[in-house]
Structure formats: structure tokens, C-alpha cells
């Protein structure tokens, strides 16, 4: 039953892939050429760029955040994978954005993930113990076995798929409509806005960052290793005083724009269609189900 599902899930990839290829033709997706602040690309601008924009913000998070439940409850690699297939052509095929930045984005936690299963796939001794095993130096062992690989797949499986329903979710919605539907949650009022802060404040810090090193590299400020080394600590000790002037100023733009404690968004009316539910319900159900089949089997 195990090789039903994995025929299905190969069935799935190459059907999602030809229709991303055939909806592709003619067409560049919008993050070829991208948007940058200073050297890195917004998220803000792949979220406002993308087809799924459209869609009811209230039902992407609610679907996202019970992909991301079940890919972590159900610990079923099979699962995972199909979530991580399903994420993917939403945010590529269906929102349009750009596979090779999709894929960059999807790197960015492969270093925690390569430590975390490392650490669990991988085991020391100094007696020859585990199905495979590697003497180093005649001193110790390094050993491994059929279980501890399995679970460090479903670990990198399920945190792939965690990451990618985030990465639907964010990449399609911006962050406005996320303020306004964790309004409607009664998530309270401060932690939203500490939330709106520290997030732009972190974009204004990187362009702050891009912008002086750029300078610095005008002027060879990184031509051997000890002028780049005084020049990063130049930046570094830079970086802080002049964010915080700059976090003065959209603070003050804020007031200058009668800021009251309290952030307001324009609210778009989108309306939830009937097949995106649908679409909705039949994932979450063939999830059970391919839970369900690989467990009993």
C-alpha cells in the first residue's frame, strides 16, 4: 500500500509540474527581475505581486495553519511530502512566484536542519555498535542505523513542510491582511502592533546594512582580509545608531500621518469562493487518508 502512495505522490509532482509548465508559457514570473531594497528582495513585494493575492486572506492562514498542524501531528513522511507538493504549486504555479527564488527561500533553514538531523541520524562510541558504522583514527565510531535515518527524514520532511505552508501563507498575503485577520482573532492589540514594528524594523535595518557596505565596497573597503575586517567592524558599529535614527524617522512619518497608538489598514473585501474550499477540504481529507493507509499497512 506504502508503493500505492508513493506512484500517487509522483503522479501528483509531475501533474502539478506540467501544469505549471503549460500555465508558464509565454509568461515571466514576477520574480525574475524582483524588487530589492539595497541587495535583498522583499517579501512584501512577492506577497503584493502574487495571483493568490486575490484570494481571502482569513481562508490562505486557516489553511496554512492546519497544513502545518497535521504535517506536525500526524509525523507521517508521506504526509509531508504531499504537503510540501501542495504548498509549493500554490505558491509557484498558482501565485506565480518565481521557482528558482521559491527554491533560495526553501534553503535558507536547510543549514538548522542539516545540524538538527545530523545530531539524530548520527551516534559516537568507542565500541563498534550500529547497523553502519565508520572507525576514525582507530579511536571512536561513528555509527548509524536504519531507524535513526528514517527519523531523521521524517524530521527534515516535516520541517520542510511546516516551512512551506508558512512560505504559502507569507508569500501571498501581505502582511496588512495578516494584521487585520489576527485583529479579528482578538490577538491582542500590542502584540500585533510589536509585531508590525519589529518586522519593518528589520527591513529598514538590512537596507541600512546594504546601503553601508555597498559604500564601503565604492571605496575597496574589502580589497585583502584586514581592511575587510576594520571595515566590518566600521559597519557593524555604524549599523545600530544609524537604524535607530531611521527607526525615528518612520516613527515620525507615523504621527506625521496622525498616529494614535493604534494602526489602521485599508481592508480589501475579498470573498471566499466555494472551489477554494472545496479545493481546501479535499487536501485536508486525502492528508487523513494518506495518514491513515500508511499507518494501517
Request: with cysteine; proline share 2%; hydrophobic share 50%.
Amino acid at each position: 500500500m506504502n508503493l500505492f502512495i508513493i506512484w500517487f505522490l509522483t503522479g501528483m509532482a509531475i501533474c502539478m509540474t506540467v501544469h505549471g509548465m503549460w500555465k508558464g508559457r509565454g509568461k515571466s514570473h514576477h520574480g525574475k527581475g524582483g524588487h530589492k531594497h539595497g541587495s535583498f528582495l522583499s517579501v512584501d513585494y512577492f506577497a503584493y505581486a502574487s495571483e493568490m493575492r486575490k484570494w481571502n486572506a482569513s481562508f490562505k492562514m486557516i489553511f496554512a495553519m492546519v497544513c502545518l498542524l497535521l504535517c506536525i501531528l500526524l509525523n507521517n513522511i508521506y504526509v509531508s511530502i504531499a504537503v510540501i507538493l501542495m504548498m509549493g504549486y500554490l505558491t509557484v504555479v498558482i501565485g506565480g512566484l518565481s521557482f528558482s527564488h521559491y527554491l533560495s527561500m526553501l534553503t535558507v533553514p536547510v543549514v538548522f536542519l542539516i545540524f538538527g538531523t545530523v545530531a539524530i541520524a548520527l551516534g559516537f562510541s568507542l565500541d563498534p555498535v550500529g547497523q553502519y558504522r565508520l572507525h576514525v583514527l582507530n579511536l571512536f565510531y561513528i555509527y548509524c542505523s536504519d531507524a535513526s535515518l528514517l527519523k531523521a527524514g521524517q524530521l527534515v520532511f516535516k520541517a520542510f513542510g511546516a516551512v512551506s505552508a508558512l512560505y504559502m501563507m507569507t508569500l501571498t498575503t501581505p502582511l496588512s491582511e495578516l494584521i487585520v485577520v489576527l485583529r479579528k482573532a482578538h490577538i491582542p492589540k500590542v502584540l500585533i502592533e510589536l509585531m508590525n514594528m519589529i518586522y519593518r524594523y528589520l527591513f529598514i535595518m538590512m537596507d541600512t546594512h546594504s546601503r553601508m557596505k555597498h559604500s564601503a565596497e565604492a571605496r575597496l573597503g574589502y580589497v585583502d582580509f584586514k581592511t575587510s575586517c576594520y571595515s566590518f567592524g566600521q559597519v557593524a558599529g555604524n549599523l545600530l545608531i544609524v537604524s535607530l535614527k531611521r527607526g525615528t524617522d518612520y516613527y515620525n512619518a507615523l504621527e506625521a500621518r496622525c498616529y494614535d497608538g493604534d494602526l489602521r489598514f485599508l481592508e480589501e473585501k475579498k470573498p471566499l469562493k466555494r472551489s477554494q474550499i472545496v479545493m481546501a477540504a479535499v487536501f485536508v481529507v486525502l492528508l487523513l487518508a494518506i495518514w491513515k493507509i500508511t499507518t494501517t499497512s
